[in-house]
């Protein structure tokens, strides 16, 4: 049984103070929420504030990128170490919004997964196809792509604890949802791919959510769905009611 991980990604909105009322203001509305893993991703100046609201709560923290060298001549990077200092758990990589518009590859994808268990944080390693590669009937293939890149030379003990997160381009920020078929058929070919490289005991570990337009009433029937173990979720973390009544989609 996989555990359910729902990660709020806040993208580059909120200052340290509205992050940690936004967090504050979580807390009672996820606190039964035990079942599940929740986790928020802030900007970097956020992650302290965060960190301290989230103190002692069922509530951990992801970074939004990383850079793989623990420290030296990197202007405007961050180290890992520093994030495990701050207070980081996890650490998205990957995401399409970097890939689009900082050069992010799956070689250095790649690297950063590697550093981020070097470390003992957990990745939040981002896939997902373009509009026109999905009508051309390219998504299994983009999308095996990537994750072979992403995760070469990592050990099956590690990709087990990896979270993988599944986010068609097309469905990020447009309310243009995936439905939960055209979910599910990627997120299998996925498991199918893990399957291959990893064996089946660890492709039944890893963790697949789903990103792209999740809200709080189509939560519910996404994660219905057999390989979809929870969702990366933009828009509708930014507010405390929406990104509850998605960690709390099984009440
Ligand atoms: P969205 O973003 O929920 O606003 O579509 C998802 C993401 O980019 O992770």
């Given at each position: 049984?996989?555990?359910y991980?729902?990660?709020?990604n806040?993208?580059?909105?909120?200052?340290?103070?509205a992050?940690?009322?936004?967090?504050?203001?979580?807390?009672?509305?996820?606190?039964?929420?035990?079942?599940?893993d929740?986790?928020?991703?802030?900007?970097?100046t956020?992650?302290?504030?965060?960190?301290?609201?989230?103190q002692?709560?069922?509530?951990?923290?992801?970074?939004?990128?990383?850079?793989?060298?623990?420290?030296?001549?990197?202007?405007?990077?961050?180290?890992v170490?520093?994030?495990?200092?701050?207070?980081c758990a996890?650490?998205?990589?990957?995401?399409?919004?970097?890939r689009?518009?900082?050069?992010?590859?799956?070689?250095?994808?790649?690297k950063?997964a590697?550093?981020?268990?070097?470390?003992?944080l957990?990745p939040?390693?981002?896939?997902?196809?373009?509009l026109?590669?999905?009508?051309?009937?390219k998504?299994?293939?983009?999308?095996?792509?990537?994750?072979?890149?992403?995760?070469?030379?990592?050990?099956a003990?590690?990709?087990?604890?990896?979270v993988?997160?599944?986010e068609?381009v097309?469905?990020?920020?447009?309310?243009?949802?995936?439905?939960?078929?055209?979910?599910?058929?990627?997120?299998?070919?996925?498991?199918a791919?893990?399957?291959?490289?990893?064996g089946?005991?660890?492709?039944?570990?890893?963790?697949i959510?789903?990103?792209?337009?999740?809200k709080?009433?189509?939560?519910?029937?996404?994660?219905?769905?057999?390989?979809?173990?929870?969702?990366?979720?933009?828009?509708?973390a930014l507010?405390?009611?929406?990104?509850?009544?998605i960690v709390?989609?099984?009440?």
């Amino acid at each position: 049984m996989r555990r359910y991980i729902l990660a709020g990604n806040w993208k580059m909105h909120l200052d340290a103070q509205a992050s940690a009322d936004l967090v504050k203001a979580l807390i009672p509305s996820v606190k039964d929420s035990t079942d599940v893993d929740v986790v928020v991703g802030p900007v970097f100046t956020s992650i302290p504030a965060v960190v301290e609201a989230a103190q002692g709560t069922n509530i951990a923290v992801a970074a939004q990128n990383c850079y793989w060298e623990d420290s030296g001549a990197f202007t405007g990077e961050i180290a890992v170490p520093m994030l495990k200092a701050a207070g980081c758990a996890y650490c998205i990589v990957g995401h399409s919004e970097r890939r689009q518009f900082f050069g992010e590859t799956d070689e250095k994808i790649n690297k950063k997964a590697q550093a981020l268990y070097k470390h003992g944080l957990t990745p939040i390693v981002c896939c997902g196809e373009l509009l026109e590669e999905r009508e051309a009937g390219k998504t299994t293939q983009v999308v095996e792509t990537q994750l072979r890149g992403c995760l070469k030379d990592l050990p099956a003990d590690k990709v087990r604890t990896t979270v993988l997160a599944y986010e068609p381009v097309w469905a990020i920020g447009t309310g243009k949802v995936a439905t939960p078929a055209q979910a599910q058929e990627v997120h299998a070919t996925i498991r199918a791919l893990l399957v291959e490289l990893y064996g089946q005991d660890v492709a039944d570990a890893v963790r697949i959510q789903y990103g792209g337009s999740v809200k709080a009433d189509n939560v519910k029937e996404l994660m219905g769905q057999t390989d979809i173990d929870g969702a990366l979720v933009g828009g509708a973390a930014l507010k405390p009611d929406s990104f509850a009544a998605i960690v709390n989609f099984q009440k």
